[in-house]
T-cell receptor, first 113, second 114 residues
């Protein structure tokens, strides 16, 4: 089945130690998104790629970076995780044509110790 | 500023009864709306959508109603089943030329009591 896969499901990292979360998709969608969701809050868009074009949200901290080496993969890099970065990170994809909504991955829950 | 609001963080309903989840939005440019369902430790999964040219969309036990003048939409689940217990997110979008950015509400946790 075509899907969006996030690895790992759970990630524990040390304060200040760089960490990378990965997302892959078999849907061949043009657009890939990274959302941060903290407990009891709405998912918050960090950035997205439209093909190779990177679109950063204005309030996304510089600590968060992303890479999309090809259509199928997208990475979220947190350069120096702080305790406030502990959250669920959701990857999603969408077709660039029409409003068909997103397909989400299962998310990676990040814990910072 | 939260453009999509779900003011009820939780809702409990008896099995077989109707569940009504509400969502309000502030941006009049939004023209497409979605409901997502999320189980613990999983990503959201698409449930049902509605375009602003409609005021109702039905899919089995799930119906979404859109009131554009009130900037309000609601999800009706009837009859409710214990497997419907999950967090439901409302999301809204205005067309953008770089893809469809959706804005999410904070979710409503539905518990269906057997």
């Amino acid at each position: 089945d075509a899907m969006v896969i996030q690895n790992p499901r759970y990630q524990v990292t040390q304060f200040g130690k760089p960490v990378t979360l990965s997302c892959s998709q078999t849907l061949n969608h043009n657009v890939m998104y990274w959302y941060q969701q903290k407990s009891s809050q709405a998912p918050k868009l960090l950035f997205h790629y439209y093909d190779k074009d990177f679109n950063n949200e204005a309030d996304t901290p510089d600590n968060f970076q992303s890479r999309r080496p090809n259509t199928s993969f997208c990475f979220l890099d947190i350069r120096s995780p702080g305790l406030g970065d502990a959250a669920m990170y959701l990857c999603a994809t969408s077709s660039s044509y029409g409003n068909y909504g997103y397909t989400f991955g299962s998310g990676t829950r990040l814990t910072v110790v | 500023d939260q453009q999509v609001k779900q003011n009820s963080p939780s809702l409990s309903v008896q099995e077989g009864r109707i569940s009504i989840l509400n969502c309000d939005y502030t941006n009049s440019m939004f023209d497409y709306f979605l409901w997502y369902k999320k189980y613990p430790a999983e990503g959201p999964t698409f449930l049902i959508s509605i375009s602003s040219i409609k005021d109702k969309n039905e899919d089995g036990r799930f119906t979404v109603f859109l009131n554009k003048s009130a900037k309000h939409l609601s999800l009706h689940i009837v009859p409710s089943q214990p497997g419907d217990s999950a967090v439901y997110f409302c999301a809204a979008s205005a067309m953008r030329n770089t893809g469809n950015q959706f804005y999410f509400g904070t979710g409503t946790s539905l518990t269906v009591i057997p």
